[in-house]
């Protein structure tokens, strides 16, 4: 005769409580037992969820999306590598970078026993010898870096021309072409040949349309900066060693009434102002003039205050470095 295999509800006998199961504290017998995990007697997939959770807990003690030592020295591996291949060397990174990277993309807590991240570093650099990336190249519209101009950002070595011109090209892209940076052979041009030296270097730039004019100043081994803004018709002279050179200033004030002249901007042909300014951030060595410069014109394009001091340098110089290397200057 067939059997009736489905289940028939018996009431408990009087005075005895039904038997309970708890299925946390038998979740072995169940395992072995899916019989007893029918639906509508156990919650199924809730049960087989709080079980692999709870193996993996009990397996090593850390929740089931946490990765291991070992996986985190492979992520902190990966980044460096990429790292590496995206700028050429090792001289912008710092512990920093490598710590953000894996606060955006590791699940674990990084203060986990035995993780040491500046000895992973030192170990991925000490198996490439620190050599940088042969014919490492940066590429930027007319602009070409190579690892040596880069290099020059690299501890308290003097920035080069190549450097300070495709920062500026960066400046100008940042802010929509309403500033104009010159290249910073245009004053060593304007002093050796006059205006007519020049004067097709804005053959196809209206500079008077611009808000604010920012022209490197390269004498002999020290880099200075004179601004110009339009709107005011004043020139700007800043140092970061308090020096002025004034015959600079005088310098491009000429030049510009020339190019009024030429331009035929009647109320630019007059009427400009020289100011020195004072207060600003100074150097404290003999090496950083040039990125002092490059951070006085990044700050005044975009309309920041100058609140940066000689203990920056070292950071500024490796955002400088990627900023080039990127293209683009970061946030």
């Given at each position: 005769?067939?059997t009736?295999?489905?289940?028939?509800?018996?009431?408990?006998?009087?005075?005895?409580?039904?038997?309970?199961?708890?299925?946390?504290?038998?979740?072995?017998?169940?395992?072995?037992?899916?019989?007893?995990?029918?639906?509508?007697?156990?919650?199924?997939?809730?049960?087989?969820?709080?079980?692999?959770?709870?193996?993996?807990?009990?397996?090593?003690?850390?929740?089931?999306?946490?990765?291991s030592?070992e996986?985190?020295?492979?992520?902190?591996?990966d980044?460096?590598?990429?790292?590496?291949?995206?700028?050429?060397?090792?001289?912008?990174?710092?512990?920093?970078?490598?710590?953000?990277?894996?606060?955006?993309?590791?699940?674990?807590?990084?203060?986990?026993?035995?993780?040491?991240?500046?000895?992973?570093?030192?170990?991925?650099?000490?198996?490439?010898?620190?050599?940088?990336?042969?014919?490492?190249?940066?590429?930027?519209?007319?602009h070409?870096l190579?690892?040596?101009?880069l290099?020059?950002?690299?501890?308290?070595?003097?920035?080069?021309?190549?450097?300070?011109?495709?920062?500026?090209?960066?400046?100008?892209?940042?802010?929509q072409?309403?500033?104009?940076?010159?290249?910073?052979?245009?004053?060593?041009?304007?002093?050796a040949k006059?205006?007519?030296?020049?004067r097709?270097?804005?053959?196809?730039?209206?500079?008077?349309?611009?808000?604010?004019?920012?022209?490197?100043?390269?004498?002999?081994?020290?880099?200075?900066?004179?601004?110009?803004?339009?709107?005011?018709?004043?020139?700007?002279y800043?140092?970061?060693?308090?020096?002025?050179?004034?015959?600079?200033?005088?310098?491009?004030?000429?030049?510009?009434?020339?190019?009024?002249?030429e331009?035929?901007?009647?109320?630019?042909?007059?009427?400009?102002?020289?100011?020195?300014i004072?207060?600003?951030?100074?150097?404290?060595?003999?090496?950083?003039?040039?990125?002092?410069v490059?951070?006085?014109?990044?700050?005044?394009?975009?309309?920041q205050?100058?609140l940066?001091?000689?203990?920056?340098?070292?950071?500024?110089?490796?955002?400088?470095?990627?900023?080039?290397?990127?293209?683009?200057?970061?946030?």
């Amino acid at each position: 005769m067939p059997t009736d295999q489905s289940q028939v509800s018996t009431p408990c006998p009087p005075n005895q409580e039904p038997i309970m199961v708890c299925k946390m504290q038998h979740h072995c017998a169940l395992i072995d037992h899916r019989l007893y995990c029918r639906p509508g007697t156990w919650e199924e997939e809730e049960m087989d969820e709080r079980l692999a959770k709870e193996q993996s807990e009990e397996s090593d003690g850390r929740p089931q999306n946490e990765e291991s030592l070992e996986q985190i020295t492979d992520m902190i591996q990966d980044f460096l590598e990429s790292f590496y291949m995206k700028y050429g060397s090792f001289i912008p990174l710092s512990e920093t970078d490598v710590l953000e990277y894996l606060k955006k993309n590791c699940n674990s807590d990084l203060s986990i026993k035995g993780l040491d991240i500046k000895g992973a570093i030192t170990r991925y650099r000490a198996g490439l010898a620190s050599v940088p990336i042969a014919g490492f190249m940066v590429m930027y519209n007319k602009h070409t870096l190579s690892l040596e101009d880069l290099a020059t950002l690299e501890e308290q070595n003097w920035l080069n021309d190549q450097i300070i011109n495709m920062y500026g090209e960066l400046i100008m892209e940042a802010t929509q072409q309403k500033v104009h940076y010159f290249n910073s052979f245009f004053h060593k041009q304007l002093v050796a040949k006059g205006y007519e030296g020049v004067r097709r270097w804005t053959k196809k730039v209206d500079l008077f349309s611009k808000w604010l004019l920012l022209i490197p100043i390269h004498l002999e081994i020290h880099w200075s900066l004179v601004t110009v803004t339009m709107a005011t018709k004043t020139i700007s002279y800043y140092d970061s060693q308090g020096i002025v050179f004034r015959h600079t200033t005088d310098n491009i004030m000429k030049y510009l009434q020339s190019e009024a002249r030429e331009k035929k901007q009647t109320a630019f042909q007059k009427g400009w102002k020289i100011t020195i300014i004072k207060g600003i951030p100074q150097q404290k060595n003999d090496s950083d003039c040039g990125v002092f410069v490059l951070e006085y014109c990044r700050c005044l394009s975009v309309k920041q205050p100058l609140l940066f001091s000689q203990e920056d340098m070292p950071r500024i110089r490796n955002r400088i470095y990627k900023e080039l290397c990127d293209c683009r200057l970061n946030d």
